[in-house]
């Protein structure tokens, strides 16, 4: 069962290395994981993607309540959730097959951000599926370099909130 | 005023007495500026000690144990130590001297990770980078480890802080955190819930863990136990809980257990587990007590609940909150009542029927025996703490706790616990009894703070159970590999009558059961520290 945590934790050095390191010490699953500032500089947020039994996925939550930097943790399923990742892949192209490439861009929605001769960047932001799918359709082309963000989510909207 | 300083105004207001420790030069501002304090420095001889004596403190005194060390080295010694008092959730405070901070990543003399090294060890861990938050940091440090679930909180310390100026001192008040705000008192719904499971109960009883200890909530549980009879067992940990000998307490639970605890337990239709981790050695199979009963779980740290076991109903707060509040809730014991003094009867009976039967080898001391004895004959409150091996099997076995306390080390289980943590129950409390029992091997693994004790006058009787032998591990081996010994031969120790001589100690020895009584008695005459070797048959098993 994939679980998504979207963890408060105060802007500290060396809180990301407690929280990843709490993975690790407890045979917790990481299948990915993305930090960055919120509105508010002293807090950082970070989205957690996790996988593991109900026990397992319960447990995180409240191991991750008790680490003194956390300041809050909410929890969600990815059907509860909105949620998108960053790529920039670079490929080498040629002649032959830069249409095909730029047809591929234009079905998902992706965009060339960098060229040279032979190399080219591309930028796409999507769910994690698309993400994958979009790599296997390149992997006809030779690609060069993949970077990926991991995966950002954030619950969906509800009137009650 | 400089940080180290602070650091001591810091130690004064939050009331510490002694601060176990070792110097080195990242640590010098702080042992230089202690000069002027009344607090007093204990020098013990290797650094896991220091943390090991300062957990002793802490758990009879029921305040923070403080520790201090240098760098590198000094901090790296000291981290089995704080894994310890981690695993049974004794309250410390670590200083740990650092480099220069303008240093730290360079790999210079001395240096190590200590933040990083000792991360899943410890509650919270601090490294100052600003002299002047010396008083917020030190004030969280005692907040955080001494509430909540208790625990060891590290603070590395450079030296450019510690000797940094101060403009000025103010110690504050309150602690403001909004990631820390433990739970104390009980959630009243979930405490009526439990107090309706009860009145259905016929068979109800409560397993204790050190969790009931350290909230100091003892009195309470018994008070709640002795109101509405029901039957008590605890985990190692909780050993003390109860009188050994109350009608009410049936003995310890799990693999090393009384037979009739672990029946007691199995047989029970409504289980209260407090403050306990539910652990392999207390509970090998979860999915026993959970299957045929109703299963509480109380405990201070929500993450607790449902880790090993998924209880019915979770409590969380602390144990001494909860049974005060559920004292007071008043059962409807008309249909209990009966049902319960029935159970109490078949416990009785397992109780008598279900003693284990030793064949003890006359040639040598029985540790069995010896141990009652010893736990009679010694104070009512006095405080035994217990080694790890078979002689903490032994003693959680077969001494009787009456007023006194029951220390070892539980949850970490680590060989050298007793001598130290001795010691700083000895200072934490100095008219009380402190007798450390330990193995032979286990004594060689702390025989160096006899030195302390010497030093700074600290009686603690020392017990060695001494059977040339690493019995814990040979009787594994005795189980399990057939007799194949492997480096559990402890051929090479010293001569125990000439170390005790060498550092001024008294000295008993006791062959066989024939003169037990009056050695025990001369052992115990004076407040003055004394080693007691018994020679155990090197064959005997705790099972």
């Known amino acids: ?161 | 005023m400089i940080g180290a300083d602070a650091i001591i105004k810091c130690l004064e207001a939050e009331g510490v007495e002694y601060v176990f420790g070792y110097p080195g030069v990242a640590i010098c501002p702080f042992y230089n500026s202690i000069l002027d304090s009344d607090i007093r420095t204990i020098l013990i001889r290797t650094e896991q000690n220091a943390a090991h004596a300062a957990s002793g403190l802490a758990r009879v005194s029921g305040k923070v144990g403080v520790c201090a060390v240098t760098s590198g080295p000094g901090a790296t010694n000291v981290i089995t130590g704080i894994a310890t008092a981690f695993a049974d959730s004794i309250p410390l405070v670590c200083i740990t001297g650092q480099v220069n901070s303008e240093l730290i990543g360079s790999d210079v003399f001395q240096e190590a990770d200590i933040t990083g090294a000792v991360e899943s060890f410890v509650k919270y861990s601090y490294l100052i980078k600003n002299a002047n938050n010396i008083p917020r940091v030190f004030k969280e440090a005692f907040h955080i480890a001494n509430t909540g679930r208790r625990g060891p909180v590290l603070i590395d310390v450079p030296i450019d802080i510690q000797n940094a100026p101060i403009s000025k001192f103010h110690y504050p008040e309150e602690v403001n955190m909004r990631t820390y705000k433990p739970t104390v008192k009980g959630n009243m719904a979930q405490i009526k819930k439990v107090v309706k499971e009860l009145e259905k109960a016929k068979r109800p009883i409560i397993c204790a863990g050190g969790g009931a200890l350290l909230s100091d909530g003892g009195a309470a549980l018994r008070a709640f136990s002795e109101k509405y009879r029901i039957p008590v067992v605890s985990t190692m940990m909780g050993i003390g809980v109860m009188p050994t000998r109350h009608p009410l307490y049936f003995g310890m639970v799990g693999n090393n257990g009384k037979p009739c605890a672990n029946r007691a337990m199995n047989e029970s239709d409504l289980l209260l587990m407090v403050g306990a981790r539910v652990a392999d050695r207390a509970v090998s199979q979860p999915d026993l007590i959970t299957n045929n009963k109703v299963l509480i779980h109380m405990d201070v740290d929500p993450a607790e609940i449902g880790k090993n076991v998924g209880p019915h109903i979770p409590l969380v707060g602390d144990v001494k909150h909860i049974f005060e509040d559920m004292t007071e809730q008043d059962l409807d014991t008309a249909h209990t009542h009966r049902a319960y003094e029935e159970w109490l009867k078949t416990l009785d009976g397992y109780r008598e029927s279900m003693q284990v039967k030793r064949s003890p080898n006359k040639d040598y001391v029985d540790p069995a025996r010896f141990i009652t004895m010893l736990s009679d004959k010694m104070e009512e409150d006095g405080i035994y703490v217990a080694d790890v091996g078979q002689n903490q099997i032994w003693s959680c076995g077969y001494h009787i706790v009456r007023k006194g306390r029951f220390l070892t080390s539980g949850g970490m289980g680590t060989m050298g616990y007793s001598i130290p943590a001795a010691m700083g129950a000895k200072l934490a409390d100095k008219n009380r009894q402190v007798i450390a029992v330990c193995g032979d091997g286990s004594f060689q693994m702390s025989m160096m703070e006899l030195a302390t004790m010497r030093q700074h006058h600290i009686p603690v009787k020392i017990v060695v159970l001494k059977n040339n032998y690493l019995g814990m591990v040979r009787e594994f081996q005795h189980y399990t590999y057939k007799d194949n010994y492997s480096v559990v031969d402890l051929s090479g120790s010293p001569d125990l009558e000439k170390l005790a001589a060498a550092y001024d100690m008294d000295f008993l020895r006791l062959e066989n059961m024939e003169k037990a009584e009056e050695t025990i008695d001369a052992f115990l005459k004076e407040d003055k520290s004394i080693l007691l070797e018994c020679i155990i048959d090197p064959m005997d098993l705790v099972k």
């Open chain 1, 1 to 161: 069962m994939k679980r998504i945590y979207s963890v408060s934790v105060e802007n500290r050095s060396g809180v990301l290395c407690k929280v990843a390191g709490l993975f690790s010490r407890r045979c917790f699953n990481i299948d990915s994981l993305a930090v960055g500032e919120t509105d508010d500089p002293e807090v950082s947020c970070m989205t957690i993607v996790s996988s593991g039994d109900e026990r397992t996925i319960e447990q995180i939550e409240k191991q991750l309540n008790k680490k003194l930097d956390v300041i809050k943790v909410k929890t969600f399923g990815e059907s509860e959730s909105i949620s998108r990742e960053l790529m920039l892949i670079k490929v080498k192209y040629n002649r032959g097959n830069r249409r095909d490439i730029m047809e591929n861009c234009d079905i998902m929605k992706a965009q060339i951000v960098d060229m040279s001769k032979n190399m080219m960047i591309i930028q796409i932001c999507d769910v994690p599926e698309r993400i994958q799918l979009f790599i296997k359709m390149l992997r006809t082309i030779s690609i060069v370099e993949v970077a990926r963000t991991g995966t950002l989510a954030l619950q969906k909207c509800r009137d009650a909130e």
